[in-house]
């Protein structure tokens, strides 16, 4: 099965350390959706898993020494540290955060890193479209185009949420357009 790939060419609005707490909250907000990782095994699971695996690492590891097979006691304390060290990765990996509002005349994208770090991106919405490439599919993709640039939404999320997450966006720019009003369409006036 091979992936889509996955090009964003719309331009970051802004880089850097992200601000502490909440965005500033947006006039007219149409759609506000906060998408983090799942992660399944929660901090008490966590403590049980480290346990059990202590638990069976130090017992396998006491018949190895009980047998003359000492050197083998210190690989069953190494695997117990590399499944805590992995665990703790994914834990800060967690942590990663994408904001996605929109307004009658904007979408706003912040995307935060678990090392603090936060892009920006805005997109007018009254050119944005949604695309959602590969419906159906695992590798399915959720993306907003505008002039010919892309970005994609809510990679983090499962293949049926980024369908829902296409959806909601949908009904929320057509939401915006109401708001917006007609569309002038430039020009001088004609004479009546």
Do not use: C
């Not at 007219?28 to 990782?37: E, G, S």
């Not at 966006?169 to 939401?175: F, K, N, P, S, Y």
């Amino acid at each position: 099965m091979a992936r889509q790939p996955a090009h964003e060419t719309w331009p970051a609005d802004a880089h850097g350390r992200a601000a502490d707490g909440e965005p500033e909250p947006l006039a007219d907000m149409v759609f506000d959706a906060r998408i983090r990782p799942n992660r399944s095994l929660g901090s008490a699971g966590f403590l049980i898993l480290m346990g059990v695996l202590i638990a069976v690492s130090f017992t396998a590891g006491i018949a190895f020494v009980s047998v003359g097979a000492w050197p083998v006691f210190g690989y069953f304390g190494l695997d117990v540290i590399l499944v805590w060290l992995l665990f703790r990765l994914s834990y800060r990996d967690g942590r990663r955060l994408e904001i996605v509002r929109v307004t009658p005349t904007d979408i706003h994208i912040a995307r935060r890193w678990p090392n603090g770090w936060e892009t920006r991106y805005r997109m007018p919405s009254a050119w944005t479209k949604v695309e959602l490439r590969a419906a159906g599919k695992p590798e399915v993709q959720t993306r907003l185009t505008a002039m010919g640039k892309a970005l994609h939404v809510g990679a983090m999320l499962s293949p049926k949420e980024r369908e829902s997450l296409a959806a909601a966006l949908e009904d929320a720019l057509v939401r915006a357009k109401a708001l917006r009003g007609p569309q002038e369409t430039g020009g001088e006036p004609s004479p009546a």
